[in-house]
């Protein structure tokens, strides 16, 4: 393999490469987001300074079914969020997530440091329930429940595109060869080229059990405030660094 051959692999094995270079288009992305209060001290300890918790205390538990994904396939994903600030703009924090396939789990993290781990999410219709679970090393460890589609959000999709459409931030923390921190950066990125096919809102309930390797549990539900479907196609370009803790 020549220095060329070598740097313009997209990605390791470079002999049979996890995943390809970008764009990474997703088409019929499917969501299920429960919004929730949870306790402001477990808040603040999942939320890497300088970002600001939002006002409200406010998380958010997901579930996304990715059935047309460019260079990833066809996957499920399950984890949290919190609502927070960066130098006062809204933003959202990615805490945890945990899905089911290789290629967006490597690329996730090495590209744009989505804090992502191997488990099984579920989203389903069941009946007429919604329903959402993540299973850890055989353990069911949370469920989420929502009416099916029985408030349309038809009128106002250009509020969910704008709200799809806002800042999103990742803690990327990567190890050098030596064990040391080789790079330690807040990393921001906006989805692109949205289209929306369909939102509701509803009621919903989150079950979220504790497990020491899975700690989804660890920001609590205190208060429901309500659930989300929707199902968007959208680009997820590069990202770019907000903080570098090195620097
Ligand atoms: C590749 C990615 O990180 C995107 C996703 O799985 O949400």
């Not at 220095?3 to 990474?24: H, N, Q």
């Not at 703009?89 to 590209?111: F, K, N």
């Not at 999709?157 to 064990?179: C, S």
Request: negative net charge.
């Amino acid at each position: 393999m020549t220095r060329d051959e070598i740097l313009s692999a997209p990605s390791m094995p470079a002999f049979s490469p996890s995943y390809p270079r970008g764009p990474y288009r997703f088409m019929r992305r499917e969501y299920l987001i429960i919004t929730y209060e949870t306790d402001p001290d477990a808040l603040r300890a999942a939320l890497p300074e300088p970002l600001e918790p939002a006002p409200g205390n406010l998380a958010s538990y997901e579930w996304m079914k990715m059935p047309d994904s460019s260079g990833f396939g066809d996957y499920e994903e399950s984890g949290s969020a919190i609502a927070a600030t960066w130098n006062g703009e809204p933003c959202t924090y990615s805490v945890q997530m945990y899905l089911d396939d290789e290629p967006p789990i490597s690329a996730g993290r090495e590209i744009w440091g989505f804090p992502k781990k191997w488990g099984v999410p579920r989203l389903k219709v069941m009946k007429d329930t919604l329903t959402g679970t993540l299973h850890y090393d055989e353990e069911r460890v949370a469920m989420g429940t929502m009416t099916y589609k029985h408030r349309s959000l038809e009128d106002r999709l250009d509020t969910v595109r704008e709200g799809i459409g806002r800042l999103n931030v990742n803690l990327k923390l990567l190890p050098d060869v030596d064990g040391g921190v080789k790079v330690a950066q807040l990393v921001g990125y906006r989805l692109q080229d949205v289209t929306v096919h369909g939102a509701w809102e509803g009621d919903a309930r989150l079950h979220l059990i504790p497990h020491v390797n899975c700690r989804v549990a660890d920001l609590p539900v205190r208060r429901i405030v309500g659930g989300r479907h929707q199902i968007v196609d959208f680009t997820l370009p590069y990202g770019h660094v907000l903080h570098d803790y090195l620097a």
